[in-house]
């Protein structure tokens, strides 16, 4: 649930779940007992009438209660330690020269790596080995245009072998090695417009799968927006056939409980590859602030750095960062417009 101004009830719903995005929002006591703890805590659920609410930890004290010794709601949360282990955890393998083995990965933040990888994992949607993949992608884009050859560029991001980054180059970089470098001006891109409730919406593909969804009211301004986001590229009108995608995207916006899957051809560096796929776990009808896909990804502290990923997002509705809102409830800005923005959280909560 997104953080925000929390009635009763809603705090009430939060601890029959045991929901762990409450904790550290508000804590309850229960007056049988005289324990307050956090909404997440594992004991046996109270009577609602034995149940009051409070805003910290020192309020509860103050109203006579003592700390839960179960769920310590003095001490960081599990999520709060899990997030922490990741973040120490990406400091690593991005400070790595070569992608840093999971054994030896475990052991140097003091885990067995059977549950260093679970942790991980359930805390940014990718296994260590795939975020030590993205980010060397990521260097190796960055290093190719610049450097004097490509295995220079190859070996400087991390890879040990020019075989082993060939076998996945395509994957890595949507494209050969030599067409990237010579900035994608082999590469081809289809599109097509189709018109909605919302306004126009362009779609365009790569041979890999759908590079970008825009929104907006000016047909022309859309296909100038995919112009520059691809400059070396060559863009072509899509058939008849490709006109399906469109359709497909705007029943999605029109009845969201139709679905939307799509082959996706995402660009971007690890970082924001991270916050998209932590954007896609988000279900229609549900919402979550920039604060909670920042822990999620492991980054407690980089809620400004979710939010720009957020606005550097070119697939609208495929990567749903209109179900990212503030901590305090306000929808906030919007790449496509607040307004259509509200139009989506709206049909997707009907829906």
């Given amino acids: 649930m997104a953080t925000r101004k929390m009635t009763d009830e809603a705090r ?108 991980f994992k359930a805390a940014t949607g990718l296994t260590p080995k795939a975020y030590a993949d993205a980010h060397r992608a990521d260097r190796v884009r960055k290093a190719l245009p610049a450097s004097k050859t490509i295995t220079d560029a190859i070996y400087d991001a991390g890879f040990n072998s020019n075989g082993r980054f060939y076998a996945s180059s395509r994957q890595v970089l949507g494209m050969t090695p030599r067409r990237y470098r010579a900035g994608g001006n082999f590469s081809q891109i289809r599109f097509a417009i189709g018109e909605c409730s919302l306004g126009s919406i362009l779609v365009a593909a790569t041979d890999k799968g759908v590079c970008a969804i825009l929104m907006g009211n000016d047909p022309e301004a859309l296909v100038r927006q995919v112009q520059d986001r691809f400059a070396k590229a060559e863009i072509v009108g899509g058939d008849a056939a490709f006109e399906d995608l469109v359709a497909k995207v705007v029943g999605f916006v029109e009845q969201p409980r139709l679905g939307l899957d799509l082959p996706l051809d995402v660009q971007g560096t690890a970082f924001q590859q991270r916050v998209w796929k932590a954007l896609r776990q988000i279900g229609v009808g549900k919402t979550a602030s920039y604060s909670e896909i920042a822990m999620r990804i492991g980054r407690p502290k980089a809620m400004r750095a979710v939010a720009q990923a957020c606005a550097a997002n070119m697939l609208a509705v495929a990567i749903p960062c209109h179900r990212v809102i503030r901590t305090d409830g306000d929808l906030s800005g919007y790449r496509w417009g607040v307004q259509r923005k509200r139009a989506l959280l709206q049909r997707e909560a009907r829906a």
């Fill in 12 to 119: 009430w719903q939060a601890v029959m779940a045991k929901d762990k995005g409450a904790d550290g929002q508000f804590f309850f006591s229960v007056r049988t007992t005289g324990v307050y703890c956090r909404p997440s805590c594992p004991a046996r659920l109270a009577r609602r009438e034995n149940v009051a609410f409070h805003a910290s930890c020192d309020a509860a004290e103050a109203a006579g209660f003592r700390a839960c010794k179960r769920c310590r709601p003095r001490e960081a949360s599990q999520s709060e330690r899990d997030a922490a282990l990741v973040a120490r955890a990406c400091e690593i393998i991005e400070g790595a020269e070569q992608a840093p083995p999971l054994a030896g990965l475990a052991a140097a933040l003091g885990f067995s790596p059977f549950h260093f990888h679970r942790v």
